[in-house]
């Protein structure tokens, strides 16, 4: 999976309200599956499967301590997600602030040719 | 379409490459359809399909200048959708952050006892 994979991969899985509520839950610490699911009203095999695309997003892991499976959310994932949304508004910005700057100057042109015309 | 819906329609359409490729053409200022469709290998339905996706997401938006249809970006849904990845890195970031604190507290209070048996 490239980067675009991964991507979109990251951004469908942000795509689906009870995965992003799992991810506001793991982000205040790791939590076992049974915690997890006690947050839903929904089958053991529906969480499991949101469960199985936040992990294929590289978004949570799971590890196993003693009997107890443990998911805990990885952040680089949604760094890399938000680093492109950041990357489109910046150029947007720097678009506005060029195109401002350009009034600017066709603004000041303006008045130095109304002040040539006194 | 509540905030919710909002977020989920917006990190729907973020998960597909062609998508996120005309956002970031489209970043760098406003273009008509044909233009967008220039930089790709697909059928005009195929584009026009994206192009729905975009501004169903209020990603984009059309408006007609003379004969031209003229698509621009719309910034809103993006600080959204940041905003949203954000809140779960800060939560994340404030829990590592009282846990190194529980371990210095931990860890001083193991000095001290240390140093209250030499």
């Given at each position: 999976m490239g980067e675009e994979g991964q991507l979109t991969a990251v951004f469908a899985a942000l795509a689906d309200p009870t995965r992003r509520r799992i991810l506001t839950q793991?982000?205040?610490?790791?939590?076992?599956?049974?915690e997890v699911a006690a947050h839903f009203e929904m089958s053991a095999p529906a969480i499991s499967q949101h469960l199985k695309v936040?992990?294929?997003?590289?978004?949570?892991?799971?590890?196993v301590q003693a009997q107890w499976r443990t998911l805990s959310?990885?952040?680089?994932?949604?760094?890399e997600a938000s680093a492109w949304i950041a990357?489109?508004?910046?150029?947007?910005?720097?678009?506005?602030?060029s195109l401002a700057e350009h009034l600017e100057v066709m603004k000041?042109?303006?008045?130095?040719?109304?002040?040539?015309?006194e």
């Amino acid at each position: 999976m490239g980067e675009e994979g991964q991507l979109t991969a990251v951004f469908a899985a942000l795509a689906d309200p009870t995965r992003r509520r799992i991810l506001t839950q793991l982000s205040q610490g790791p939590a076992r599956v049974g915690e997890v699911a006690a947050h839903f009203e929904m089958s053991a095999p529906a969480i499991s499967q949101h469960l199985k695309v936040l992990e294929r997003a590289g978004l949570i892991s799971r590890t196993v301590q003693a009997q107890w499976r443990t998911l805990s959310i990885e952040p680089e994932p949604l760094d890399e997600a938000s680093a492109w949304i950041a990357k489109q508004r910046t150029e947007w910005d720097a678009r506005l602030d060029s195109l401002a700057e350009h009034l600017e100057v066709m603004k000041s042109r303006h008045e130095n040719s109304n002040e040539a015309k006194e």
